[in-house]
DNA sequence: CCGAATCCTTGACGATACTG
DNA sequence: CAGTATCGTCAAGGATTCGG
């Protein structure tokens, strides 16, 4: 098995845009949540698996993989009987929990009005219908 | 045909997760390089087809028109001979920009650590195998 | 020129089963 | 407990065609 890594699923940008660089770590279903869990310490494999509800177990674990990685969160396995594994954010990570959370204020802040662009817009659909 | 909007990738979360209001619009492969093309002016159709390249038709429509109905950009047709069609980004639009903007610096400034954790990750696999 | 409609490929993800 | 391996599904996206 070769450890090819993922080529993502870009083929010109990814070198280019630094954009990407973030798009492509982030942009799946899952590595967000995974990151909020983990932004106040460590968290098992199992405890993220539970709480984040309809994750597999493969996902899970593809995903941390990656992101283990690029360096943004790091793996610490403990040899205690059934082996015990924790995940926790490097600071790479902390910083880009950070800049993420720049976005998410905006989502907070501006969600009202793209509700109502949608209603409107939707609106004028009906009419020209 | 139903004016049913596209339910996207996210079934539970969706509502809850701010952060997933913006993954959601800006997470396909496109809209972020749409954003930037427009953060300089109005462009039209098939300018932001050319320039993007191995961008679709289709796709290019579809995500122009979800971005449309967020409030993000603005479609203005003009009625030349042949169609003239200019979208541009609106108020909503640019302070989106902005927030993107924090990420990028990010992604600009964090780059070389995330290639290096990738080498040395890389390398340990090597050395175990 | 600006799209909409259709077909098809691909890859992300879920479910299940199995190992250390 | 913490994964890996395999299979099937499903929707995003590319190619192409047609319409206004």
Aim: aromatic letters at 6%.
């Amino acid at each position: 098995m070769v450890t090819s890594q993922t080529p993502s699923r870009f083929d010109v940008f990814n070198q280019h845009c630094p954009t990407r660089l973030v798009l492509d770590r982030l942009g799946d279903k899952w590595a967000l949540l995974i990151l909020h869990r983990l932004q106040d310490g460590p968290v098992r494999f199992n405890s993220l698996r539970r709480d984040i509800d309809g994750l597999s177990q493969k996902v899970l674990s593809q995903v941390l993989k990656r992101l283990e990685r690029d360096g943004i969160l790091a793996r610490q396995a403990f040899p205690t009987v059934p082996v015990t594994v924790e995940y926790s954010l490097t600071p790479l990570g902390r910083t880009l929990k950070q800049a993420v959370s720049a976005l998410t204020h905006w989502a907070e802040e501006n969600m009202p009005q793209i509700m109502a662009a949608q209603q409107e817009y939707d609106g004028r659909l009906q009419e020209s219908a």
